[in-house]
């Protein structure tokens, strides 16, 4: 990889303030992979605590709203979400797609809400094991992208992409690498296509089952900048491996 990879933990709905000492302990060992950024979103009730705790790394949440605020009850916006402290959020991944019926056009929104609060976003798409079987899995993510891209001016500030097939998700399970380059290069094209030159700049992360082990695999596919990781992310132990591999694969 030649620009700094991003390796980003999504605590998903895990974590109490007893997870604190797990995330001193990341952030301890991000500083002896000063090449590689390191961002973690836990839960939005941890997201003041952490960015009080550490130094070295990212502190992002996993959604926003597409509204700074007003009669919403139990979301939580933009401007809420910097305040806590964070510096970047996720949207669109492929849980809230599945359980909360987001639309392509719905993360869009909030991504250019996002960053319209200063906000940086990992924007997630990905196909499900029926798309990948009927053999149509890039033209499927890369439509969904389409949808999905903010669109405002600034739009490709700090944004990246993170492509995570929902069957590989929390399974075990990890595509070929060579299809992860495949569909990684077909989302490099369509950032090109809307952004212009700007759609080389954003970073197109991994995501789906990786862990200590593939992650050094994975990392060295074409044109992955990083990865999202998951349950590997729970411990410090399994991510400072994955921050490892993806050091190791920069230098
Ligand atoms: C995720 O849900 O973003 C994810 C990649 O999960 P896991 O690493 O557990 O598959």
């Known amino acids: 990889m030649s620009i700094t990879p991003y390796i ?24 002896r992979f000063p090449g590689v950024q390191v961002g973690i979103a836990p ?10 705790e550490v130094t070295e790394i990212g502190v992002g949440a ?34 809230r797609r599945a359980m909360h019926g987001e639309t392509d056009e719905l993360v869009r929104a909030k991504a250019e809400a ?27 993510v890369t439509a969904q992208l389409e949808g999905s891209l903010p669109r405002t001016e600034r739009a490709p500030y700090k944004l990246s992409v993170a492509y995570e097939p929902v069957w590989a998700i929390g399974t ?3 595509p070929l690498v060579s299809d992860v380059g495949a569909m990684h290069r077909a989302i490099r094209a369509k950032l090109l296509e809307v952004y212009g030159a700007d759609g080389a700049e954003s970073r197109i992360l991994y995501g789906g089952s990786v862990n200590a082990k593939n992650a050094a695999e994975l990392l060295a596919a074409d044109e992955v900048g990083g990865a999202l990781v998951g349950g590997a992310s729970l411990s410090a132990e399994s991510f400072a491996a994955i921050m490892g591999a993806a050091g190791a694969g920069s230098e």
């Open 114 to 140: 996002a960053q319209a609060a200063g906000l940086g976003v990992i924007l997630c798409v990905g196909e499900t094991e029926a798309e990948r079987d009927s053999g149509r899995a890039e033209e499927i």
């Open 8 to 31: 980003v933990g999504n605590w998903k709905m895990n974590g109490t303030r007893a997870m604190l000492t797990e995330a001193r302990a990341i952030d301890r060992a991000a500083k």
């Open 62 to 95: 996993q959604d926003c709203h597409v509204e700074g605020s007003g009669a919403f009850t139990g979301d939580i916006s933009g401007p809420m979400i910097l305040d806590a402290g964070a510096d970047f959020t996720i949207v669109g991944h492929s849980e």
């Open 172 to 174: 075990g399970r990890v």
């Open 43 to 52: 839960p939005f009730t941890l997201i003041h605590q952490l960015r009080e």
